[in-house]
């Protein structure tokens, strides 16, 4: 079956401006949560969403969000671009009911960079 | 300026003997953890989980021990192959809401 597919793969964006990060995971997971990935702090968690609903967040300042659709597809969205957004995004899709194995499964990124 | 990157310790490895990468955990409550290998330009890559209910778990050529008395978690890896060359990272998951908490990460390189 399909992996998680995050696109892009590359972006490059300008200091102030705006990116939107694109996230399927695999087919039948309905929780889909988002990390950053940098050298200086290695992987960070970002947000999780299950069933279009945010059920938890991580320490990151309010220009990042995201958002989860009925299909489980989800978005992230950075405002107002600063250069240490710069980072690999990664996005991990699991089943998400808790008692379970939670299994979750990475993508293979966003390499995001601000100039 | 420049950041500082997180500063990896390196494992250096002979091809075909066993790894063992050490992972401190910092939260008592944590009751899952996970082993993620992570190759460049790749995410990080599933290789093993435990629950807390257990002490040791094994799979293809790796095996998890947890010591939840002092809070740690080890992989190891038998007849390490080139491979196997790659930077591994412990998680725990210290609530049921889809976040994990990753180690610093331990860059393994195996050499002929």
């Known amino acids: 079956k399909a992996g998680v597919t995050q696109t892009p793969r590359y972006l490059i964006k300008t200091r102030g401006q705006q990116v939107t990060l694109s996230c399927s995971p695999i087919?039948?997971?309905?929780?889909v949560s988002w990390y950053q990935q940098t050298p200086g702090q290695g992987l960070q968690f970002l947000f999780e969403?299950?069933?279009?609903?945010?059920?938890n967040k991580g320490n990151f300042p309010g220009r990042f969000s995201g958002r989860q659709f009925s299909n489980s597809r989800s978005e992230m969205n950075v405002s107002t671009l600063e250069l240490g957004d710069s980072a690999l995004y990664l996005c991990?899709?699991?089943?998400?009911?808790?008692?379970?194995?939670?299994?979750?499964?990475f993508g293979s990124g966003t390499r995001l960079t601000v100039v | 300026g420049e950041s500082v990157g997180l500063h990896l310790p390196t494992l250096s490895v002979q091809e075909g003997d066993n790894s063992i990468i050490n992972c401190a955990y910092s939260?008592?409550?944590?009751?899952?953890f996970i082993w993620y290998k992570q190759e460049s330009g790749k995410g990080p890559q599933f290789i093993i989980d435990?629950?807390?209910?257990?002490d040791k778990r094994q799979g293809q050529r790796v095996t998890v021990l947890l010591n939840k008395t002092v809070k740690h978690l080890s992989l190891q890896i038998a007849a390490t192959q080139p491979g196997d060359s790659a930077v591994y990272f412990c998680?725990?998951?210290?609530?049921?809401?889809?976040?994990?908490?990753f180690g610093a990460g331990t860059q393994v390189v195996v050499t002929p």
């Open positions: 991990a899709s699991s089943l998400g009911r808790s008692g379970l194995s939670y299994g979750y499964t």
């Open positions: 087919s039948g997971h309905r929780s």
């Open positions: 969403y299950f069933s279009e609903t945010q059920r």
């Open positions: 939260n008592s409550a944590s009751d899952y």
């Open positions: 435990i629950r807390s209910n257990m």
């Open positions: 998680a725990e998951s210290p609530d049921s809401w889809g976040k994990l908490q």
